[in-house]
Nanobody
């Protein structure tokens, strides 16, 4: 069964840090670019970050998290990580990892550069993990 599973969410105080993990079953993550998205109550889902396939030499970040979040991959663990530092209440949301398993949209580096932030580029999603930033 092909599945993405997020973990690592929780309650943290403003200024704190969390590391989210995205693991896969049924397929190898290193074959695919992986994106992180988030959705806060009453808001649309928004792209947070993305890492290219293979060694993950190319990464992308939303302006709102640039300099605070770091995406990485450990192919030996079949996992993607999102290190989140300097968290603020505006980061409160459900966080999802996602990939494209079939269309190849995220394979070509040029296509990845302008497709990574669109949720329609992804067709496999995890169930999400809640991140709450509050004092």
């Amino acid at each position: 069964q092909v599945q993405l599973v997020e973990s690592g969410g929780g309650l943290v105080q403003p200024g704190g840090s969390l590391r989210l993990s995205c693991t896969a079953s049924g397929f190898n993550l290193d074959t695919y670019a992986i994106g992180w998205f988030r959705q806060a109550p009453g808001k649309e889902r928004e792209a947070v970050s993305c890492i290219s396939r293979g060694r993950g030499t190319t990464t992308y970040y939303a302006d709102s998290v640039k300099g605070r979040f770091t995406i990485s991959r450990d192919n030996s663990e079949n996992a993607i990580y999102l290190q989140m530092n300097s968290l603020n209440p505006e980061d409160t949301a459900f966080y999802y990892c996602a990939t494209d398993l079939s269309t190849g949209t995220l394979i070509d580096p040029i296509m990845l550069s302008y497709s990574w932030s669109s949720s329609s580029s992804y067709n496999a999603w995890g169930q999400g993990t809640q991140v709450t930033v509050s004092s």
